[in-house]
């Protein structure tokens, strides 16, 4: 029996070095099952960062909906690298602005250039609630991790980019040990929807250099919605401007924290190359 999706177009593209696949779904109405979505990136060629999968859109006024897949199958609620792709991937619909609905909000993106793309992230979330975190803590400016990770700073800074996030603001951020630290903090008990983690060395107020360990992903060469949420923590922390280059093992992002309290996220989009979803993919899934 046929899966519905054997022999669809996927696209294959990087933002800033962050693996990124994009399914169009807008015509079925098919939603990704966890176990499909690993099934794709463990097909040859098609390993993933975040798996981008487009839908009819829900709402008048909207471009699609957009579900967001990581590589272990859990969904996540913002991909800032991932809408720069999705947006260079209707240009060729001659759409260059786009509203891109999310179970986190909405997501709308600008072409800038052939391949350079504006996305507005939306408005920080910083009470520890809306991140969330598992108590409450006063300033999620400075939050103590607790109990405590053998390895990883006492203190880190608490947002929420319609995803959470953890920034750990550090002298020298080659020198952590990112596939160690990553995947305890990810899972601390203090984050019941578990955390991207990033380690962030401020070069100067509007240069900084990122690593990220992302939830349900690993070590990435990019996230967009962690240097969004690194920029807003530097802000708060009297560190950083409010525009500030991020520097990223995959790339470089632009990212502003403009006063109407939108996070803007600048950046190029690699396209890499279109294929067919094999049969063969989804053979061993259960009807």
């Not at 179970?103 to 520890?128: E, F, H, K």
């Not at 160690?180 to 070069?203: D, K, W, Y």
């Amino acid at each position: 029996m046929a899966h519905p999706l054997d022999h669809l177009q996927i696209l294959r593209m990087n933002g800033a070095g962050n693996e990124i696949l994009v399914l169009d779904l807008r015509g079925s109405d098919h939603a990704l099952a966890p176990q499909e979505a690993r099934a794709i990136a463990n097909a040859p060629g098609l390993r993933f960062d975040q798996l981008m999968t487009l839908h009819r859109p829900r709402r008048p006024g909207d471009d699609a909906f957009m579900r967001i897949y990581n590589i272990d199958g859990s969904l996540s609620g913002a991909c800032g690298n991932g809408a720069r792709c999705v947006a260079f991937a209707l240009a060729r619909e001659g759409k260059d602005a786009l509203r891109l609905e999310t179970d986190a909000g909405v997501i709308a993106t600008q072409r800038q250039a052939d391949t350079v793309y504006t996305v507005d992230m939306g408005r920080p979330r910083l009470d520890w609630r809306e991140i969330p975190l598992a108590r409450a803590v006063e300033d999620t400016r400075e939050v103590a991790l607790d109990p405590p990770v053998a390895g990883a700073p006492a203190r880190f800074a608490a947002v929420s980019m319609g995803n959470p996030h953890a920034v750990f603001f550090i002298d020298d951020a080659m020198l952590i040990d990112i596939e160690t630290l990553g995947p305890r903090i990810e899972c601390h008990p203090l984050f019941p929807e578990r955390a991207n983690v990033s380690f962030a060395q401020m070069l100067s107020r509007d240069d900084i250099l990122l690593r990220v360990w992302e939830r349900g992903t690993g070590a990435t060469k990019a996230c967009g919605s962690a240097a969004c949420a690194t920029l807003v923590a530097a802000v708060r922390a009297g560190v950083g401007d409010r525009a500030a280059r991020l520097r990223l093992p995959g790339g470089d992002l632009t990212i502003e924290w403009r006063a109407d309290d939108h996070v803007l996220m600048t950046g190029p989009v690699e396209f890499e190359f279109e294929t067919t979803l094999d049969p063969k993919i989804f053979q061993d899934l259960a009807a």
